[in-house]
Nanobody, 123 residues
Framework: QLQLVESGGGLVQPGGSLKLSCAAS????????IGWFRQAPGKEREGVSCISSSGGSTNYADSVKGRFTISRDNAKNTVYLQMNSLKPEDTAVYYC????????????????WGQGTQVTVSS
């Protein structure tokens, strides 16, 4: 059974940092593109970042460029999202998702999804 579990969320002050993890079980992440998405209350889900199966290609939403970094450790079957210089508008539930056919499919809502982890940026 394919399962993704996010962790690392929490409460942080503006300007602070968090590192989210997305751990896979039941399958090997090596051949999957992995994306991070977020949904704030009352807003639509938006794509934050995505990394190709090889790790050679990444993309970011304009709102997080220069602040967030996606990476993967296939040996640990885990993908990370390092979030720096956090802003209150980054507050949301963050989800990771995996699809063997690439990031485009994830942005269309396909793939396997985790349950999410809450990130709250507030003073």
């Amino acid at each position: 059974q394919l399962q993704l579990v996010e962790s690392g969320g929490g409460l942080v002050q503006p300007g602070g940092s968090l590192k989210l993890s997305c751990a896979a079980s039941g399958f090997t992440l090596d051949y999957y593109a992995i994306g991070w998405f977020r949904q704030a209350p009352g807003k639509e889900r938006e794509g934050v970042s995505c990394i190709s199966s090889s790790g050679g290609s990444t993309n970011y939403a304009d709102s997080v460029k220069g602040r967030f970094t996606i990476s993967r450790d296939n040996a640990k079957n885990t993908v990370y999202l390092q979030m720096n210089s956090l802003k209150p508008e980054d507050t949301a539930v963050y989800y990771c998702a995996a699809d063997p056919l690439g990031c485009l499919l994830l942005h269309q809502g396909f793939g396997s999804w985790g349950q999410g982890t809450q990130v709250t940026v507030s003073s």
